[in-house]
């Protein structure tokens, strides 16, 4: 099993699991026919298995990566950093982190990053609160960091640090535990002065996409629920001024990367997705065919690159890294698991069905071709609403086995999750909580 490899400069970056190890290895290459060199086994860790990888930041010319490791299920991280071409860590440990977010300056000096407060210098129902931003200088200890952040009279705020492409500004993502809706606020990078508050209402969720010269873009369902992207020139903040590039759509946007001067735009077409690219002026520029119904599981690429490269799995696809070649417009399996299955034997479509309300619900059926659909096979109905959480297409070696003895897998996108947008979301919680179930039932009545 591989991930979507990140390239940073001749670098490219990857995870492999040979299917029996606890944790994936990080590899690195030189390109993408050159041989694979060990970077990080996280296995050798702690003897016992106890101690995960967690998170991963790499430089901007690849040549340093900052990782993050946990013990024992812990949230708490310390963050480490290890020379690419020697695999060798510097003696630096950085300690007191949880959901750390590494931005490092493009001149490799060092890199910003958001902490807690050390154990017991706050009331311990507050360990979780008061995240600050500091800097660290490579090949110093941490304590010689510098503050460059900090809200204590909002104390629940929490700071996510990240440098532009461009490497001209730092921006700080603001989040409020688990709320969606989101604040920012930046500074350019070689600056000492305060930060300025571009987006601070907690008015609606923005995620900041890339930045032409002053202008930001952001992904954001402000006055639209199922996403849009938006432009802020930071030199003419005020909202009277900021541009729609691209408009709310009937299907929703899962998450957006910018890939060779375009955005490359994941949506949710009747829960799977769809890939579309735009100009930066929100212009059409074609889609991405994928292989089949499925799911884009990640997507990795860079403002300035020529290629992306993107996870993508369904009932009967295991998940595959394919390589997007913009120059000539080409899909390709880069890398993909092996198995002793013929997907070719089965298929999987989509139907609709009708809740008890009149509300339109899609399930998806996969089973053998030429399968008579007469009710007389054992069948296997899953479904989840809640949380905002899609149930997109999605591979199980367990299902195949299902299918091979002749059963058929359906599975039911019901109200509460994300299939389409924040209307379909808050029609299956609280006072209409009863519409999930009955979505399910009539999914069964259905078949």
């Known amino acids: 099993r591989y991930s979507a490899p990140l390239k940073r400069e001749q670098h490219y970056f990857f995870s492999h699991n040979t299917g029996l190890q606890n944790q994936a290895v990080l ?25 995960a990888l967690t998170t991963q930041a790499y430089s901007h010319d690849g040549s340093l990566l900052a990782y993050g490791v946990s013990a024992s299920g812990s949230d708490w991280q310390e963050i480490k950093v290890r020379r690419v071409d020697f695999a060798e860590d510097y003696p ?39 995240s600050q931003v500091y800097w660290h200088t490579l090949g110093t200890s941490q304590d010689m960091d510098q503050l460059i952040y900090e809200r204590p009279e909002a104390k629940e705020l929490s700071f996510s640090p990240l440098i532009t492409d461009d490497g001209t500004y730092l921006i700080l993502h603001v989040w409020l535990g688990t709320d969606p809706k989101s604040r920012v606020y930046y500074r350019e990078v070689e600056s000492s002065g305060p930060f300025i508050r571009l987006l601070d209402d907690f008015d609606a969720a923005y995620q ?16 639209a629920p199922r996403g849009r992207i938006i432009a802020i020139d930071t030199d003419r903040p005020e909202r009277a001024n900021w541009r729609e590039v691209l408009p709310e759509q009937a299907d929703v946007i899962a998450f957006t990367n910018a890939v060779h001067q375009q955005f490359v735009v994941i949506y949710k077409h009747d829960a799977h997705h769809l890939v579309k690219k735009y100009s930066l002026d929100g212009a059409l520029l074609g889609e991405i065919a994928l292989p089949t119904l499925g799911s884009i599981v990640e997507i990795t690429g860079e403002p300035g690159d020529s290629e992306a490269f993107l996870t993508f799995t369904s009932f009967l696809y295991p998940p595959t ?52 659909l007469d009710g007389t096979h054992p069948t296997f109905l899953y479904g989840y609403g809640g949380f905002n959480i899609s149930l997109t297409p999605a591979f199980s070696s367990h299902n195949l086995l299902w299918l091979e003895c002749g059963g058929i897998y359906a599975q039911a996108n019901l109200r509460g999750g994300d299939e389409y947008g924040e209307e379909w979301h808050l029609d299956g919680m609280l006072e209409k909580k009863q519409h999930v179930f009955d979505d399910f039932s009539a999914a069964a009545e259905w078949l």
């Not at 900041?208 to 992904?219: D, M, V």
């Not at 890294?321 to 070719?344: A, E, M």
Request: overall charge negative.
């Open 27 to 51: 590899y690195t290459q030189a390109s993408l026919e050159g041989q694979p060199a060990l970077l990080l086994d996280p296995n050798t860790l702690s003897p016992d298995g106890t101690v």
């Open 92 to 130: 630096e440990v950085i300690r007191w982190c949880k959901f750390a977010s590494i931005a490092w300056k493009h001149d490799n000096s060092g890199f910003y990053y958001n902490r807690l407060p050390t154990p017991g210098s706050v009331p311990e129902e507050d360990q979780s609160c008061y």
């Open 208 to 223: 900041f996409i890339y930045n032409n010269g002053p202008a930001f873009y952001f992904q954001t369902d402000l006055d």
């Open 321 to 372: 890294v394919l390589r997007y070649d913009f120059l000539s417009d080409q899909l390709k399996i880069w890398r993909g698991p092996h198995l002793n299955f013929d997907p070719t034997q089965y298929e999987t479509e989509q139907v609709f069905y009708t809740s008890r309300d009149g509300t339109r619900v899609p399930m998806f059926l996969t089973h053998k071709k030429g399968l008579t």
